[in-house]
Nanobody, 126 residues
Framework: QVQLAESGGGLVQAGGSLRLSCAASDRTFSTRVMGWFRQAPGKERGIVAAIMWRGGRTYYADSVKGRFTISRDNAKNTVYLQMNSLKPDDTAVYYC???????????????????WGQGTQVTVSS
């Protein structure tokens, strides 16, 4: 497993932007599919976006397409989630997660990820 640490959450008004970062503890980061998930109170944890470890292929949930962008910098062992045009419905705890090494599938469910960060709160006010 790899240790992950998110940062960048906070309180923002609707229409605003935030950038989340997730730093990994070691260089195996460059061989792992990375995902961002979110969980609002009373709801299940769900996929927001995911990015392949090579080739740049990405996935986005329909609710964030066109507003959020996932990217990664393997030299910095960091994955990012740029969130624009934020809505109150985006309010949740955001988690980054890593799959096992060399996996070729952009997994969409939490149980397919083996390492998790502690989460960062994003609150969007109306």
């Amino acid at each position: 497993q790899v240790q992950l640490a998110e940062s960048g959450g906070g309180l923002v008004q609707a229409g605003g932007s935030l950038r989340l970062s997730c730093a990994a503890s070691d260089r195996t980061f460059s061989t792992r599919v990375m995902g961002w998930f979110r969980q609002a109170p009373g709801k299940e944890r769900g996929i927001v976006a995911a990015i392949m470890w090579r080739g740049g292929r990405t996935y986005y949930a329909d609710s964030v397409k066109g507003r959020f962008t996932i990217s990664r910098d393997n030299a910095k062992n960091t994955v990012y989630l740029q969130m624009n045009s934020l809505k109150p419905d985006d309010t949740a705890v955001y988690y980054c997660a890593a799959r096992a090494r060399y996996n070729e599938v952009l997994a969409l469910t939490p149980n397919e990820y083996t390492s998790w960060g502690q989460g960062t709160q994003v609150t969007v006010s109306s």
